[in-house]
């Protein structure tokens, strides 16, 4: 029986689908199988994006968008009874496929308030599921996007008092009550930052009468919690405004629709009245016959002394003059130019009535829902309430949300060299939202910060540090200098080397300046370790720095060393792998079990492959007594329980294995590749061992979400230190 839970709210525009991917990320920390329905979808004239969105999820187990549908709205409209019906049904065969579903009720984009409020009530009654109940923080329903001409304002929302979330709390559960729908707990979403605990005690009175009306002991009944409101989270991106005021892009980069517009500012007038109104994120809309307007913007906007825009709007549908036309393209701004053909005042109406949509393409948003509902929403208490039990099994996703709670708990400080890669950025600005680890980013503090804002990322948190900054080049020069000497090395030479992204870095991490490295997004794997070899050094009884994978299967989570440093192991570097590649299993939660891995099992081969292998498993024995190896052992032998009974059936490890030492670079690589792609299995690595202090390298090819996962595994080591 799946345990599933029913978000709906009494109004329109409440921001329940960031709740609904929160509570789909929690979810997936402990389910497999995490399903999503959509009871009645938004349109039957394009996608349902919020649908679209959550389904795209990677915890989200794999069901098709039409399956994830009950009906739409003219089913409801013609025959409510058998619409329910059909619901229901629907529903029960998304259920039968999942350990958990989130249902996303309707958002009021057809049929009036009280009439959904109560056909909500019936679905979550009718599926069994109890419902969480989302009430919206603003007054009006309405955006959070403000215009300003000259000093009028065009509509911005009123937030909400704690009695007014009371007045609409007790409408809904009244509602929810009347239908027999069981009331789980109240989220007041995009509330006033400042009145949180005022809101959640106001609600919690309406959420008390509930619980004692239901007869549930008023501990354990119905919780509340508030999220604040995010600017952020309604703003709409550029390419919502582009649709809402029916343009098209005539210049800039098509991928900077993405970011986000915090405010609307119509220049109809002379440039040095415009200047003081610039901000930060705005949408500037401008006439389309005030050329020297458009070109004085496009110049603030690339001026490091005013605001980064988020695009302009040229108003009035006026083709542009062919020499203005010309001069634009010469600027190659990537700054966003729509044209529409609707007037300023209607083009300014028309941006401030867009909503913004937590959509896929828009990262910030994503980060930003995720964020506020882990801060502010006690996930656990929730599965707790609906008795979802931790599962035996270890998903990918649940070892990457785990890899992030840890490094989350440890909160150390890591650089990354490589401050002009977008990926490093990308991850930057989630691990920063996510409040995984602090970071210092190297490269020059204007560059690095004006392309973020380009990207419409937010890495305000960061510490930006130029790997040119006088002081630290001749601190960490003086340093090289002493650790190479006997190499010869001189003070001139060491001021050169340690402006290297790489050597900086790592001269950061080795006195302390930071706690660990990633790098190696933009530059080999040489390039990246090889100052920590001469800088950082192993540590203490390790004389070996080697590699591994952390293999998250389907269903448990494996650890192959060496794939990526030491070509031709001997046994006593093989002993090194086998030892640091056990404590770093436990670091992350691997129940260390050893298998050295030969083309032979126990006594059955000779020759000097098999008897390398052979000693270095003796070394292990000698060397960490505590810790449970078997080798030579084939790989077949390792892994399966029926081979290991055939071939040692003694051993503790044979059948039973999760961490597999290689006995050289050529099988580890080979095989951790043929696993990946053959097994769909996600290869979080290579994490490096053996250093003193963490720093790891990244895949040239690597995702923004390799770079995050390595920062929380950097970040975990260094906790180990």
Known sequence: ????????????????????????????????????????????????????????????????????????????????????????????????????????????????????????????????VPVLLVLGGRASGGQGLAASVASDQLGEDLARSPEEFVQIAELAVDELTREHATLLGIIANRADPDRLDEIVAAVSRVARHEAIAQGTDTADGVHVWAVPEDRYLVAPSMRTIMEAVGGELVSGAEDRLTREALTVVVAAMSMENVLPRLVEGSV???????????????????????????????????????????????????????????????????????????????????????????????????LDLLDVSRPEVVTPIMFEYRLLEQARAARKRIVLPEGYDDRILRAAATLL????????????????????????????????????????????????????????????????????????????????????????????????????????????????????????????????GDCAVVPDPTAEQLADIAISSARTAAQFGVDPRIAMLSYSTGESGSGADVDKVRAATALVRERAPELPVEGPIQYDAAVDVAVARTKLPESDVAGRATVFIFPDLNTGNNTYKAVQRSSGAIAIGPVLQGLRKPVNDLSRGALVQDIVNTVAITAIQAAEE
């Not at 300014?348 to 867009?354: P, S, V, W, Y």
């Not at 190696?520 to 720095?545: C, L, N, Y």
């Open 284 to 382: 500037v809309v401008i006439p389309g016959d005030r050329s020297e307007v458009l070109l004085g913007v496009l110049l603030a906007h690339a001026s490091a002394s005013f605001p980064s825009l988020s695009g302009i709007v040229l108003s009035g549908g006026i083709p542009l003059a062919e020499s203005v036309d010309l001069l634009l393209s010469g600027l190659r701004s990537t700054l966003p130019i729509i044209r529409t053909k609707l007037d300023t005042y209607a083009s300014a109406i028309a941006i401030t009535q867009a909503r913004g949509r937590l959509a896929a393409e828009s990262q910030r948003k994503h980060d930003t829902a995720l964020s506020l509902f882990e801060t502010h929403v006690d996930g656990s208490k929730i």
């Open 1 to 128: 029986m799946a345990h599933s839970i029913y978000i709906c709210s009494a109004e329109g525009n409440t921001g329940k689908s960031t709740i609904a991917l929160g509570m789909l990320e929690t979810f997936a920390r402990r389910a497999a199988r995490v399903g999503v329905f959509r009871p009645v979808a938004r349109s039957t004239d394009e996608r349902d994006y919020v649908l679209d969105h959550l389904l795209d999820h990677d915890g989200a187990v794999e069901i098709s968008y039409e399956d994830a549908i009950g009906v739409d709205y003219e089913a409801v409209h013609s025959d409510p009874e058998a619409a329910l019906a059909t619901i229901v049904r629907r529903y029960k065969a998304v259920e039968a496929r999942c350990d958990v579903v989130v249902v996303v009720g309707t958002d009021y984009t057809d049929i009036g308030s009280p009439t959904e409020l109560w056909f909500n009530a019936r679905i979550a009654a009718n599926l069994g």
């Open 433 to 560: 939202r996510r409040e995984v680890a602090d970071l210092v980013i190297i490269g020059e503090e204007i560059e690095v910060r004006a392309r973020a804002i380009g990207l419409g990322l937010d890495i305000s948190k960061a510490e930006v540090i130029s790997n040119h900054d006088a002081v630290l080049v001749g601190r960490f020069a003086r340093e090289y200098e002493q650790r190479r000497a006997h190499k010869g090395m001189t003070f001139e030479r060491a001021l050169e080397i340690v402006t290297d992204v790489s050597y900086f870095g790592t001269m950061m991490v080795e006195l302390g300046l930071a706690d660990g490295m990633v790098s190696g997004a933009a530059h080999t794997t040489a390039h990246t370790i090889r100052p920590s070899f001469e800088i950082v050094k192993t540590r203490p009884g390790i004389d070996t720095v080697s590699s591994v994978f952390l293999m998250a299967l389907a269903d448990r989570v494996l650890v192959y």
